[in-house]
């Protein structure tokens, strides 16, 4: 008897945990790839469309989207590809700890949000263990210093958490009815084609010289990675979702010191076991 099938929960959890290792690469990945922003993102969405089509097509995964449901997706796209744009921003303007652990205040004001615009339920527990987040990101994160690129960065990062918690609320309500890979599909078209001009305005001649970085952005970390995450919205909500993938600092951080050298500190494995304790709470709790 396989895992999956003797407890699914289970299943589920080490599912949305491996989602969360493949999508932490984006830190490491957007400091690596060195090419203008806009132009990274459009060539992610652009590879990883091809890649999701030609799944999709591969395991005879439908495409067809209601009519009701063509604004939400539509929205989806665009906060998807905001938050992409201003995370990557935050990467390049500090490291890959301050970047991601930024980020990773979207489950606190995901969790803020969700009972506001789905109607669900507010819960004491998910303020509390918001909190334990933030405090695990206040040591991970090297003190602020006002008009440095460092509290810009965490300013952009905070940004592109917004945008990310109301890209997965905008989807909640519709991934029971479609398949994760096919509204990913749909949102790389959308942020392909937003960002598709960009290639007339920014230089473009280290495309070639990055195709490894870009391909494996756009294959582990987009059309892997957060398939899944968006897979897990169908067993989670989407505030127990968030908290449970604050993980992924943790592991961006331990892949951007061995790929970067970028050594965190103390103080940031401290953070990191606050985060990853909410993380243990969380799945405790909704295994319960």
């Known amino acids: 008897m396989n895992l999956s099938s003797k407890n699914p929960h289970i299943a589920h959890l080490l599912e949305i945990n491996l989602a969360m290792l493949f999508v932490s690469t984006s830190g490491a990945l957007g400091r690596f790839i060195q090419l203008p922003v ?32 063509w604004l939400p997706i539509l929205m989806s796209g665009i906060f998807m590809g905001l938050h992409w744009l201003t995370y990557f921003y935050a990467l390049k303007l500090s490291n890959v700890a301050i970047g991601m652990l930024s980020l990773f205040t979207y489950p606190v004001i995901t969790s803020l949000l969700e009972p506001i615009l789905l109607k669900t339920k507010f819960l004491k527990i998910h303020l509390l263990l918001g909190i334990m987040v933030l ?5 991970l994160v090297p003190k602020f210093e006002m008009g440095n690129s460092y509290a810009l960065a965490v300013g952009v990062g905070v940004l592109s958490a917004l945008f990310y918690a109301l890209r997965n609320l905008v989807l909640k309500a519709r991934v029971k009815n479609y398949n994760g890979s096919a509204l990913m599909c749909y949102q790389m078209v959308i942020v392909g084609g937003l960002l598709f001009p960009a290639f007339f305005f920014f230089e473009t001649d280290g495309v070639s010289n990055q195709w ?18 968006l897979n897990s919205f169908k067993y989670f909500s989407i505030t127990t979702a968030s908290i449970i993938s604050s993980v992924q600092p943790v592991y961006g951080i331990i892949i951007g010191a061995i790929f970067l050298a970028e050594i965190p500190s103390i103080m940031t494995i401290f953070g990191g076991v606050l985060i990853l304790g909410s993380v243990v709470i969380e799945s405790v709790r909704t295994y319960r």
Do not use: E, M, N, Q
Request: aromatic share 16%; with cysteine; charged share 15%.
């Open 135 to 139: 405090a695990g990101i206040y040591f």
């Open 212 to 229: 490894k970085g870009l391909l494996t952005l756009a294959l582990v970390t987009t059309a892997i990675g957060h398939t899944l995450f």
């Open 38 to 69: 806009p132009i990274t993102i459009a060539s992610r969405a652009i590879l990883a469309f091809f890649i999701l089509y030609f799944f999709c097509k591969w395991k005879g995964i439908s495409l067809d989207i209601k009519k009701k449901d």
